[in-house]
């Protein structure tokens, strides 16, 4: 984009815009027009989601609501499946103690790192929400997307 190659962006972490383009977001040379997840960033109150923006369309809702939930556990943390219940219970407790760790949210600002996550059981419903999307809206977002039809 700074090179006039492209004139915007399709998708992208506000977290990553802050650290890549931290100059060109202060001085107003980003405009972002839509987010796409399932809660806003709170440096972004004023700009909608994508579901947002089709919310009641029967045709567009089901594929955003898909894409959002993808962009939403982008970046999971996750165990093999067999793992006892009691295990999972534990890794999902020590995970939530860190990401409130006031030593590592200090190093983590240190860094320029935002700590924004979801909890296991967050993360586990949407995953199995994704998998249960039925097949005709995965079949419009490989049409839409270009991709064959399976």
Not at 42 to 57: A, T
């Amino acid at each position: 984009m700074k090179r006039g190659e492209v004139d915007g962006r399709g998708n992208n972490t506000w977290a990553g815009y802050k650290a890549t383009m931290p100059n060109e977001i202060r001085d107003g040379l980003l405009n972002v027009l839509i987010q796409t997840g399932l809660r806003k960033d709170r440096d972004l109150p004023h700009v909608p989601l994508f579901l947002d923006l089709v919310r009641g369309d029967g045709a567009r809702e089901p594929i955003a609501n898909f894409m959002s939930k993808a962009v939403a556990i982008a970046r999971p943390v996750a165990a093999p499946p067999g793992v006892p219940a009691d295990r999972v219970d534990i890794l999902r407790r020590a995970f939530d103690a860190t990401m409130r760790d006031p030593v590592f949210l200090a190093e983590a600002e240190k860094i320029g790192t935002e700590i924004d996550q979801l909890t296991g059981e967050e993360v586990q419903d949407i995953v199995t929400s994704v998998l249960a999307t039925p097949r005709p809206v995965i079949n419009q977002i490989q049409k839409t997307l270009g991709l064959p039809v399976l």
